[in-house]
Structures are given as C-alpha cells and as structure tokens.
C-alpha cells in the first residue's frame, strides 16, 4: 500500500533536516584547511560520516550524533588528526549559518499555523547548539527516541510526529537529501525535497510529494497540497 493511499495532505507541522538543508556544510572547509586537512577531504568525511549513520540506523547501538562525526575524521585522516584539530571542525558544526531562504521558510509555515521543528541525528544535541546561535525561529527535536534511533530508520520519523503531537500522515518532512525524502515517506510522512543541493532527485527512489528550487519554494508547495477531506 502507498504511503498515502488517498494522495498528500497539506501537513499541520513541519519538520526540517539541518545539515546542508537548513545549514550548508561548505562553510567547514576553512576549518580543515586550519585544521591541516586537505579540503577535498571534506566530502569524504560527509560520505564517511552518513554511511555509519545509515548503518547505526539498521543495528541501533549507543552513538551520539558527535561521536560517529569524530569518529568519521579519526577514520579518514588514519587516526592523525590531533584532539584540538578535531575540535575545531567539531566546533564548527554549531557555527554553521542558515541558507539565506530558511528564515522566509519558516515565517511561511508559521504564518499559516504550522508548528515546526528541525530532526537531527542520533541525539540532536549539536543541532540544538546550531539552532540557539543562529536565531531561527524553530524548536530542535533529539533525533528519534534518542541516540539509537537514526534517519532514515522509520522510527526517528515516527517519534518526530509524536513529539509534534500530529499523526505521521500529517507531519511534512522538508529536506536536500534524496534518502531522507525516501526515508520521510516510507514512514508515512508528508515529504518536501529542495534541489538546491543535488539538483536533481535520485531516480532510485519514489519521488517526494512536493519540490521546489529551495526551502522557501518547498515550503510553499507542501501547503498547497490540498487540505484533508
């Protein structure tokens, strides 16, 4: 049976990815440079990092959102980098600012009575840090029922939807990833992709219920979907 038997509904909540959907990730290269690793490595460490959450996501296990980041940067610098060098990218993930559209993004859900908030992975501690300096105006949820519950597991949506006090049906997931869209509908979510990072989306999964050319645009398509009969 399809996620949405009877098609999408416009979504009573929203819920937003932070890292590279809210908060682009290019601005850390300076941060390796400083830290004395090859920018190109960057990527790598993207890569690194989201293929052990995909894999926590299947085995569970007690691992922090920072703890699979380090160990991600131990791995790929072959246990090199130095603590203080370490830190400095670490630190940087709560330095990150919104795109230039986020703001615009939430005023419009909020403006037509959506309450929103932004799922981060594996314990969400360090988007809680993200969301407090940068002044948006959304609430952080932890990642599922803590840090043994990863996107794209089913349950870190479903547990989103409940912290949000909305059926699943009901919550509308905005995000730049392909998999997470995917992840989003097979729990059942409403599901918003923005091309402003892959551009386009990956053919291997179904495709989202909205999309737009960035959060904004997104934003604005999911609550054009048409209200619950």
């Keep these: 049976m399809p996620p949405h038997a009877h098609g999408p509904v416009r979504p009573a909540a929203l819920?937003?990815?932070?890292f590279d959907t809210l908060f682009p990730l290019g601005p850390l290269e300076w941060r390796f440079r400083e830290a004395g690793i090859p920018r190109v490595l960057m990527t790598r460490w993207c890569d690194?990092?989201?293929r052990d959450a995909f894999a926590l996501s299947l085995l569970g296990g007690e691992r922090t959102f920072e703890d699979v980041a380090r160990g991600s940067l131990r791995d790929i610098t072959g246990n090199q980098i130095a603590p203080a060098a370490e830190d400095v990218i670490i630190d940087g993930l709560a330095r990150l600012e919104p795109r230039p559209e986020a703001a615009r993004a939430l005023d419009?859900?909020?403006a037509a009575g959506l309450r929103t908030a932004v799922l981060g992975h594996g314990g969400g501690e360090r988007?809680?840090?993200?969301?407090?300096?940068?002044?948006?105006?959304t609430e952080a949820l932890t990642g599922g029922g803590g840090p043994t519950e990863w996107k794209p597991a089913e349950a870190a949506y479903l547990s989103a939807a409940h912290d949000l006090g909305v059926p699943a049906q009901r919550l509308g997931l905005v995000t730049a990833h392909?998999?997470?869209?995917?992840?989003?509908r097979r729990a059942g979510l409403v599901t918003g992709w923005s091309s402003?990072?892959?551009g386009r989306f990956p053919s291997?999964?179904?495709?989202p219920d909205a999309q737009g050319r960035d959060l904004a645009e997104t934003v604005e398509?999911?609550?054009a979907l048409p209200a619950p009969g």
């Design 15 to 18: 819920v937003f990815d932070a």
């Design 204 to 207: 291997v999964f179904p495709r």
């Design 108 to 110: 419009t859900a909020h």
């Design 196 to 198: 402003h990072l892959e």
């Design 127 to 137: 988007v809680r840090l993200l969301l407090e300096r940068s002044g948006l105006p």
């Design 221 to 223: 398509r999911l609550l």
């Design 48 to 50: 690194h990092l989201l």
């Design 178 to 184: 392909g998999w997470d869209a995917a992840g989003g």
